[in-house]
């Protein structure tokens, strides 16, 4: 029978081992020019949803899909208007409406929201689409969730192997199929801000993705009726007036976009029809980047995108632009 020293000996030879093949996968992927990055998730999303309090500074909730979380740079946001505490709850592929109604609800909220979204999210059978992160962050967060989703930030931020697709499984896997892991052209932050890189994608396959995916999602939904559109937009018009009545204030913003991606919004949703009507209803102000050349012009690979090398220049336009019109204070 061993002694306990000869088992102590076991074990400490087994977790050098193990310390060694762990170091063996991260140092042989960085060399082939991986790098770390933030994971997003609903425990991140929550982080923030839970800084939407206060008054000193004042909240500025950025609400939408892809372009604002891709597109807003927290930081620089922060430095361009001191007053407020830019908090980012956009949530890549999903429209933001089911956020501003849970902020219309929440009566502890007095904030700013910047919401961005265009005239095609405003179709109600995407209304619920970041519901459940909602449900998660009402039903399920805690203390504990946060403490571990914080200590996971860091790990994730120190080291490769704390994204799955650099884990154990992941790595027996390869060794099998030989594949090697999808190259993110993609780094998120803890502030749950996201910066493209298209040296490292192809933006022209990227562009066909987008522009395709659009279309199909148009195939599948009957063009709305105009005014039908309009009527159907009164709830979000509600929740505006909730947060206004509270002392909050709402913005509505539709980001820049070109190309196919452009010349398809425009040929299903008209401006006349649809955006300027809502413009014109709307009890909070509304702001289309079309109308604001420094924000037109913002080169996007994609035609709806942002790369991370311009999204400094775009903040602090936008921030300008809201400054400018008076419905942000310098």
Known sequence: MRSRGAWLAVWIGAAILAVAALLTVEIHWRRAGYEPTVIDSPQLWSIQR????????????????SRTEYGIDPKVLRDALPKYKPVMLALNA??????LRDLAADADFSGVVLCDLESFAFTPIFWDMQQPVIDYYRRRWTPSWHLHRVLLTWWQR???IANPDFGATATVRRLFDGGAPTRNYVEYHASRGGDIDYTKADP??????FAATVEGNLARMPKPDPDRWLADLQPVFDWVRAIQARGGQVIFYESPTSGLTRQIDERVFPRNQYWDRFTAASPSPVLSARDVPSLASTPLPDDSHIDYRD?????????????????LKR
């Open 94 to 99: 999903t429209y933001p409406l089911a956020t």
């Open 204 to 209: 022209e396959a990227v562009k066909r993705h």
């Open 158 to 160: 120190l080291a490769l």
């Open 50 to 65: 839970g800084r939407v309090y206060g008054k000193q500074p004042i909240p500025l909730v950025l609400l939408g899909a």
């Open 311 to 327: 999204k400094p220049a775009y903040t602090r336009a936008l921030a300008e632009a809201l400054i400018e019109r008076g419905w």
